[in-house]
């Protein structure tokens, strides 16, 4: 009876083996898959993935940063450009079986723009920022010009910050920092008016004039 016993514990416990062998293997092996707001995205802006994988509990995302997440459809912000790859595995509910995707985003840096223009008649100015120059050739009296508008220097995709800016004419002078901002035109107006007086590093021999931002 003693050996009977054994036989049957030991064919218990086989066959609790078998079922839970075939229950894992017949367990369905998940599809990861997910899209992303955008592919191309500039550094401070938010990325949203959406997850719509099939037969899969829970899931584990890198985002190519150093950053990870469990969360099913997370979100993401990138703080330095370069290009990304973004990876999420989807895992069955025991967690037996995987799957794995990924797709590459690009980060490049926030720009903004600067143009720089007169409202009273005067000689041409040539306008430097950050090794570029361009000339202001026309002036507008009458109302504002926009970025990009003829006869205005215009200077587009700078990165958000400050820039150093330096116009001159024959008889005259400019100078300052401008702040880019994200998807911003920044309007210097380039005023015939004597900057006075003038700071430590001028050169009282030539005549420095005034600018002011207008929206």
């Known amino acids: 009876i003693k050996e009977m016993n054994k036989i ?11 079922l839970l062998y075939l229950s894992s293997c017949t367990e369905t092996t998940p599809t990861a898959q997910f899209t992303a707001s955008t592919t191309n995205t500039t550094v401070g802006d938010k990325i949203y993935f959406t997850n719509d994988s099939r037969d899969a509990d829970h899931y584990e995302w890198d985002f190519g940063d150093g950053s990870t997440s469990t969360q099913s459809s997370p979100s993401h912000t990138y703080y330095s450009k370069g290009v990304y790859y973004v990876q999420m595995t989807a895992y069955s509910p025991k967690g037996k079986k995987s799957d794995r995707t990924g797709m590459s985003i690009n980060v490049t840096e926030a720009t903004g723009e600067v143009m720089f223009w007169q409202n009273s008649a005067g000689y041409i100015v040539t306008v430097e920022v950050d090794g570029v120059k361009k000339e202001i050739n026309k002036y507008y009296p009458y109302y504002n010009p926009d970025c990009g508008d003829e006869g205005c220097a215009t200077f587009n995709n700078l990165t958000v910050g400050d820039h150093y800016w330096y116009a001159e004419c024959y008889d005259g002078w400019w100078s300052g920092y401008v702040t880019i901002e994200k998807n911003t035109c920044i309007k210097k107006l380039l005023l015939n008016k004597k900057a006075s007086p003038f700071k430590d590093g001028d050169n009282p021999s030539v005549d420095k004039r005034m600018s002011e931002e207008v929206k």
Request: aromatic share 10%.
């Open 8 to 18: 049957f514990k030991s064919n218990v416990i086989l066959l609790l083996v078998a």
